[in-house]
């Protein structure tokens, strides 16, 4: 190991040249990198949430789970890293608006 580190040593006062201007591009890349960096000003650090609101006017909310909530259940299980995965089954009933 101590040999590893004489050669660098000596390569690096050999080639003064090459190892400021690779230094330089490092700098200039770094400071490129920084600046083009998308940094958002409050980060969402809350655990994965699924919630599902269905409605469909003038069903059952059996209807509602059978036909839409659970089938978009059973594709979103594979989501990664999800903590919660809960429906709401809405039942509406419209009334028709004759004045």
């Given at each position: 190991?101590?040999?590893?580190?004489?050669?660098?040593?000596?390569?690096?006062?050999?080639?003064?040249?090459?190892?400021?201007?690779?230094?330089?591009?490092?700098?200039v890349m770094g400071i490129w990198s920084y600046s083009n960096t998308p940094?958002?000003?409050?980060?969402?650090?809350?655990?994965?949430?699924?919630?599902?609101?269905?409605?469909?006017?003038?069903?059952?909310?059996?209807?509602?789970?059978?036909?839409?909530?659970?089938?978009?259940?059973?594709?979103?299980?594979?989501?990664?890293?999800?903590?919660?995965?809960?429906?709401?089954?809405?039942?509406?009933?419209?009334?028709?608006?004759?004045?």
């Amino acid at each position: 190991m101590n040999k590893f580190i004489k050669n660098i040593i000596y390569f690096s006062l050999r080639h003064r040249y090459f190892v400021f201007f690779m230094t330089a591009v490092l700098v200039v890349m770094g400071i490129w990198s920084y600046s083009n960096t998308p940094i958002e000003t409050f980060p969402d650090v809350t655990n994965t949430q699924i919630i599902i609101i269905a409605q469909w006017p003038g069903r059952s909310a059996e209807e509602v789970e059978k036909f839409i909530t659970i089938p978009i259940e059973t594709v979103l299980n594979s989501v990664q890293k999800k903590s919660n995965l809960y429906h709401i089954s809405i039942w509406l009933i419209i009334y028709p608006h004759n004045f």
